[in-house]
Each structure stands twice: as structure tokens, then as C-alpha cells.
């Protein structure tokens, strides 16, 4: 966020219109999110599941801390009630699973086993994960979708690309022979 602050400057733009120039600068920011999810994995010694939870579950709450803590804190701790606070604590959970997602395949990507037929997969669906905020912004302007609905529509992509990312893990794991290994446990 700092980097978007300081080297992206925001454009006023007409309700209805989109800033295609700014939202194309925040999908190059999160392409930095998965360099630094990268270099978590990488540098991680241990087994992978510890590395996808500490990546994942870190850089989430560093987004959560940095993003969405302070207006929770503070808004919703006031005397009138606004569906914008339960809409950002919603927002916060997709998160969460969003990042697990993103280090889950970031983890099978620096894999050196894995099949050459899945990767195209793995790459998409990251490029997937890092402009699907962008993606978000476009429908929810293009077709005057609701804030509600935008995040409905999160939700879904979400959950897709978590059930395939999910489908991947357990077939790497299966190739690799270790599920029901002890030695994994």
C-alpha cells in the first residue's frame, strides 16, 4: 500500500466511469504481493504445509492490520449501525482464504516435481488471483453491480479457485505418496 501511495496517484473520475489507468497500477501491485509471498516460501526451511500457513496466514494479516483494522476499530465501534463495517469484516475473511490460495500455489509452482502440464494451470490461476481484484472493480462498474454483490461475486471466483487449487495440492500430494505418510504428519 505504501508503494501505491507513493508512486500511483489516483485520478478523479466521473461516477460510473473507471479509472482503468489506476486499477492497471493496482494489479501491478499485487504481482509485488506475489514476489513477496515468493520469498517467504523460499526462504522458509520446513515442511510445505507450514510454509503455505505461515505465508498465507501472515501476509493476510498484514494486509488486515495495514488495511482493514483501523476503519473496523474505529466505525464500527460507533453508535449507528452501517453494513459497510460487516461488508469490510466479510471482505477480511475472503481475504484470508485468498492469500492461503495464492501461497498454496505459489508453493506448487517453486515445486520441482510437478508435472509440466499443470503448470500453465498453476500460472493462470495465480495471474487469476492477482487481477481478480481489478476484475471485481470492472464488473462491479460495467454492469452497475452493488457492493453486496461485487462481494458475492468474490466470494464465488474464491471459492472456484480455491476447490481447484485444493484439487492440485491433494494430486501433488498423492503423486508424491506422502499422504498417509507419517513422516508428513
Known amino acids: 500500500m505504501i508503494i501505491l501511495a507513493t508512486f500511483f496517484p489516483t485520478y ?7 479509472d482503468l489507468h489506476g486499477e492497471l497500477m493496482k494489479g501491478a501491485v499485487e504481482l509485488f504481493d506475489l514476489i513477496g509471498i515468493f520469498v517467504i516460501i523460499s526462504q522458509q526451511i520446513g515442511r510445505g504445509d507450514l510454509k503455505i500457513l505461515v505465508a498465507g496466514v501472515g501476509w493476510a494479516m498484514a494486509e488486515l492490520v495495514s488495511m482493514r483494522l483501523l ?3 474505529v466505525g464500527a465501534r460507533g453508535i449507528e449501525f452501517s453494513w459497510q463495517y460487516i461488508q469490510l469484516s466479510f471482505e477480511a475473511n475472503i481475504s484470508l482464504v485468498h492469500h492461503i490460495i495464492m501461497a498454496v500455489l ?3 509452482w517453486t515445486r520441482n516435481n510437478i508435472e509440466k502440464s499443470v503448470l500453465p494451470l498453476i500460472i493462470s490461476l495465480l495471474l487469476l488471483c492477482s487481477s481478480k481484484q481489478t476484475l ?3 464488473v462491479g462498474t ?3 453491480v452493488s457492493s453486496f454483490g461485487i462481494l458475492g461475486i468474490n466470494v464465488i471466483v474464491t471459492l472456484l479457485v480455491g476447490m481447484v487449487t485444493t484439487q492440485l495440492y491433494i494430486n501433488l500430494c498423492i503423486q ?8 508428513y504428519h
Open 12 to 18: 478523479e473520475v466521473p461516477e460510473g466511469k473507471i
Open 71 to 73: 476503519p473496523l476499530w
Open 106 to 108: 505459489i508453493w506448487m
Open 136 to 138: 471485481l472493480e470492472l
Open 142 to 144: 460495467m454492469f452497475h
Open 176 to 183: 508424491d505418496n506422502s499422504w498417509g505418510n507419517p513422516k
